[in-house]
């Protein structure tokens, strides 16, 4: 077994990216530097379950997550962008794109490997919602980011709806279970980006501050989230 083969710490990072945001790589970047991770992987759903569609199609969210990352450096100077990846994992399975699906797939594929699945605090208290959402703590550990409004009482409260018990120890900021499976807080970052504001805002013909000009240059580019836009055949 070579030295990249050997157990690593990855981060994952789901979700639609339409578009990808200064938040989503704030989030890997701070993640990446407080767990010590060895990578994270940007995982784009393909057909994600609780949304009815999106409005870039899976090919236009891949190629602006690929911009993003190209720039990834200005969010993670210390270890530059070369820990950050994308996986088109999702695409390759039938729909829908259901997160244990993901993470047993990624088990067969990167066995030694020790995951990390990056959630935001809100997205968490939805997660007994989620499917088949037991499994989740036996596939992976979670690091849990803070949204503004989302108290740490309420955390703990949907802490408690998976199975456990999640002992929480205060001076780590993280629950941990007896079989060592654990959930970690950053409370540091608390970025408040709306997807939907920024669609909105593109569609009007401005460039918001919160996206990278990378990705900027390939929406307007591609005419994306305009009003008679044809990019969502791409």
Not at 84 to 92: C, M, T
Not at 188 to 208: E, F, H, N, Y
Request: glycine share 6%; proline share 4%.
């Amino acid at each position: 077994m070579t030295e990249s083969e050997k157990e690593q710490k990855i981060g994952l990072l789901g979700g639609t990216f339409d578009p990808v945001h200064d938040g989503h790589l704030a989030i890997a970047g701070r993640a990446e530097e407080a767990l010590l991770l060895d990578r994270v992987i940007f995982i784009p759903a393909a057909d994600p379950p609780h949304k009815k569609k999106t409005d870039a199609s899976y090919g236009h969210r891949v190629a602006m997550l690929e911009a993003a990352l190209a720039g990834a450096g200005d969010y993670n100077k210390k270890n530059t962008n070369k820990k950050f990846e994308i996986s088109l994992l999702e695409a390759e399975r039938a729909a829908p794109s259901y997160t244990v699906d993901t993470l047993l797939e990624l088990k067969k594929r990167l066995v030694e490997q020790q995951f990390y699945f990056i959630i935001g605090a809100d997205s968490l208290l939805e997660l007994h919602l989620w499917y088949r959402y037991q499994e989740l703590p036996d596939l992976t550990h979670f690091i849990v980011v803070a949204r503004p409004g989302i108290s740490i009482q309420e955390i703990n409260r949907a802490i408690g709806r998976l199975p456990g018990p999640f002992i929480f120890d205060e001076s780590q900021q993280q629950w941990r279970r007896s079989d060592g499976a654990e959930i970690v807080y950053l409370a540091d970052v608390c970025k408040s980006i709306s997807s939907s504001t920024i669609r909105m805002q593109l569609a009007q013909g401005q460039r918001p501050d919160t996206v990278d000009r990378r990705v900027l240059d390939y929406i307007f580019d591609h005419k994306l989230y305009q009003s008679d836009s044809t990019g969502k055949q791409a």
